[in-house]
Structures are given as structure tokens and as C-alpha cells.
């Protein structure tokens, strides 16, 4: 959507912050207080009728048999990979570029992260997932970074020719599509988080886990929830891992207005595009009509950028707010997690180059008109 006029004029010194915590809560306000204090004041705290209903919603947004709120997007990933039996000696192939939580999943039930390339869209490299695939595999792990899903034919093809299961990490993508099939509902679960900066954010922690797979659905069911069965009896170990209802009930009040959400997002990520798409000097993510076998829903515009920090430090100066997503470190770069001997050379030199610009609801049109107006200035335009 292109900028509006008053947009382009009313471009004096303002502060446009990364993102907006407070405005989580002014964001559909009314609607989501009202639920609360129904919470509230039934003291309907743990797996109360607003978690089933937020499920059950949830499953029918994106058309899936079962949906699973959990305590967050980190339990949810841990949950699937336990249910697969995956243990000391596995390995589980996932992108390099992601946050900790995807490896911390595996890593935690004492397999082996092997990390792999990104592409030129910042998703997993397909042929990078074949490549390391050994007898050792027990899960591919696809990232859907920044509201963009991987390309799923491809990965969905070698996991079939291999028989392995994929857990897609839908932490960032819930609504964007590949397609015109979900993030989420391509392998055999997808796990979503709703931390308060997700697209669809609750007050605190929380995450849900989807699949059509009945047996995995069972297994959730139980590993959440301390084994407990339907009829409240202990058949397995499993973890609390709940999310509280209250948050339920916040979730199902804001998926409510969630297409308008999408909407916005890609229309900000519009403006960028036309803004910013002739600055050789900047790599856009796919802008939201290039590619019609993708719907992006822009959980953060992450850039490529010469000069990034001279960028970044410049655009503090001017009261914009950005981030380097995962503190400028893909998972394999932290030391001290026996990834030492790791190289990705394309992952490396991409991570040198990468900026997030603002991108979250609280932000207007002439906002986005100052980001583009300053980045531009930056390198002389
Ligand atoms: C946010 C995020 C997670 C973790 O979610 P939490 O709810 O914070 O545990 C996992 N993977 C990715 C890619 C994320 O962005």
C-alpha cells in the first residue's frame, strides 16, 4: 500500500521504538479486559473453558484436528521431541539461524542439534537438511523465521524419502502460509509461542502445540500435564507445562481481531518495500506480493545492511529503535555449547549484515515514513 501524503510531510524528529510492550494491553482493550475479569473474578486460573476454547478455536484458525496450549513456545518443541523418543545419541537437523530454544529442545533431552545453512530468504536451506542427514536423524526441525514459512514441499519430500518426522517451529509464523497451507500443520506437530513480542502475544509466557496426528495428540495430552489421563489417572511421566488461563482467555480475545493484524503487518512491510527495495546497499525479505506461493506475516522485517552498526547506531541517534535478532549470534556461534568445530559460511556472513527495523502494531504510517526517510538519508538518498 503505498504511503499516504501526510505520511510522506509529517516526518519531523519523533521516537519510533522497536517495539511497544505497553501497547499490548490499549491493543483490542475492551474486548480483552472483559475476559479477564470473567477469569478473574470465577478464579478460573488452570484448564478453565477459556483454554478449551482458545484450543479449539486455535485448531479451527488453521484448520487442524488438535490444538494444545502449553506454557511456551520452548516446552512445546521439548514436548514433541519427547514423545518421538528422542534421546542421548539422536540427532535433530535444524537451521543454524534461530533462536536457542530450537536446539535447547534437543539438546536438553541429550541429542545432538546438527546445524545447518539458511537461504537467501534467511529460511533453512533444503539441500543443506538433506546433506546432513545420517542414520543418527530422528526429527527435522524447520524454523519459520519471521512469519515466512520454509519452502515445505522440499522439506517434506526429503523427510518422506528419508521417513523421518518433521516438528516445524511456528514460534514466529502463526498465520503465515506456504501454499496456502499453514505454518504448523505440515509435519507431524507445530509448535507456536506467544511470548509478548509474537504476533499474537499474550501477558507473559505461553505457547501451543497443533497436529492431525491422533497418536501425537494423545502424547501431548499426557506430557503436558503431568501424564494425567482423561480420567484425571497418571499413565506416564510428563511435565507441568500448562498455559495459564488467563492468558487463554487473553489469546482467544486478541486471535479474534488476528486477520487485521496480518493485514497490517504486511501493509507496513509495503511500505518498506517501496521505500527501501531500490537501496542497493540493503537485501528486503521478500516483499508481501513477491512470491504468490507465500503468505508472510512479518513477525519481523529483517533486513541485510551494508554497514550495518554505523546503520544501526545512526538510526538510535534519531530515536529508531532496532534489534539484531538473537544478539547478532546464530545458534552455532555461542561458544561453549560444543559447536566450536561448526562452520556456516553463508549463515556467518548473512548474521555480519542482519537488522530488524521496527515492525508491531503500535506503529502509524508516518512512523514508518521516518524509519524509511532516515535509512535512506544514512546512505546518502
Ligand atoms: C520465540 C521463539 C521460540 C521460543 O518461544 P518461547 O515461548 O519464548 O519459549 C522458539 N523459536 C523461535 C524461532 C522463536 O522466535
Excluded at 516438528?167 to 514466529?172: C, K, N, S, T, V
Excluded at 498465520?175 to 499453514?182: I, V
Excluded at 528486503?284 to 519481523?300: M, T
Aim: hydrophobic share 40%; aromatic share 10%.
Amino acid at each position: 500500500m503505498p504511503m499516504t501524503e501526510s505520511a510522506r510531510e509529517s516526518i519531523s524528529k519523533r521516537s519510533v521504538p522497536f517495539f511497544n510492550y505497553p501497547y499490548l494491553y490499549q491493543q483490542n482493550g475492551d474486548d480483552v479486559r472483559a475476559r479477564m475479569e470473567d477469569v478473574l473474578k470465577r478464579g478460573a486460573f488452570i484448564h478453565q473453558k477459556e483454554n478449551w476454547e482458545f484450543e479449539k478455536n486455535l485448531a479451527a484458525f488453521l484448520g487442524v484436528k488438535y490444538a494444545f496450549g502449553v506454557a511456551n513456545g520452548t516446552d512445546s518443541m521439548n514436548i514433541v521431541l519427547r514423545a518421538l523418543k528422542v534421546g542421548p545419541g539422536d540427532e535433530v537437523v535444524m537451521p543454524s539461524h534461530t533462536y536457542i530454544a530450537t536446539a535447547a529442545a534437543a539438546a536438553l533431552l541429550g541429542a545432538t542439534p546438527v546445524l545447518v545453512e539458511c537461504g537467501p530468504d534467511h529460511m533453512v536451506d533444503p539441500d543443506a537438511i538433506e546433506k546432513a542427514i545420517t542414520p543418527k536423524t530422528k526429527c527435522i526441525m524447520p524454523v519459520h523465521v519471521n512469519g515466512r514459512t520454509c519452502d515445505m514441499d522440499r522439506i517434506m519430500a526429503i523427510a518422506k524419502k528419508h521417513n523421518i518426522p518433521v516438528l516445524e517451529d511456528a514460534a514466529q509464523a502463526l498465520g503465515s502460509k506456504f501454499k496456502g497451507k499453514f505454518a504448523g500443520t505440515f509435519g507431524i506437530a507445530g509448535s507456536f509461542s506467544f511470548y509478548p513480542a509474537k504476533v499474537l502475544g499474550c501477558f507473559g509466557d505461553g505457547g501451543a502445540l497443533v497436529t492431525n496426528d491422533d497418536w501425537m495428540a494423545e502424547q501431548i495430552f499426557l506430557l503436558r500435564d503431568h501424564g494425567r489421563n482423561k480420567d484425571g489417572v497418571m499413565v506416564t511421566w510428563g511435565l507441568n507445562s500448562r498455559l495459564d488461563n488467563l492468558n487463554a482467555a487473553v489469546l482467544d480475545a486478541k486471535l479474534k481481531h488476528y486477520p487485521e493484524v496480518m493485514k497490517r503487518r504486511r501493509e507496513i512491510a509495503a511500505m518498506y518495500q517501496e521505500g527501501l527495495g531500490q537501496l542497493k546497499e540493503l537485501t528486503l525479505p521478500p516483499g508481501p506480493n513477491a512470491d504468490p506461493n507465500h503468505y508472510d506475516i512479518y513477525q519481523n522485517y529483517e533486513i541485510e545492511a551494508d554497514r550495518r552498526d554505523e546503520l544501526k547506531k545512526y538510526l538510535a541517534d534519531q530515536g529508531i529503535g532496532t534489534l539484531i535478532q538473537w544478539g547478532g549470534s546464530a545458534v552455532h556461534m555461542f561458544k561453549g555449547l560444543g559447536f566450536d568445530h561448526v562452520r556456516l559460511p553463508i549463515t556467518e556472513r548473512m548474521t555480519a549484515r542482519f537488522l530488524m527495523l521496527p515492525m508491531n502494531m503500535a506503529l502509524t504510517d508516518e512512523d514508518v515514513a521516518y524509519v524509511v526517510k532516515h535509512v535512506r538519508a544514512f546512505y546518502g538518498h
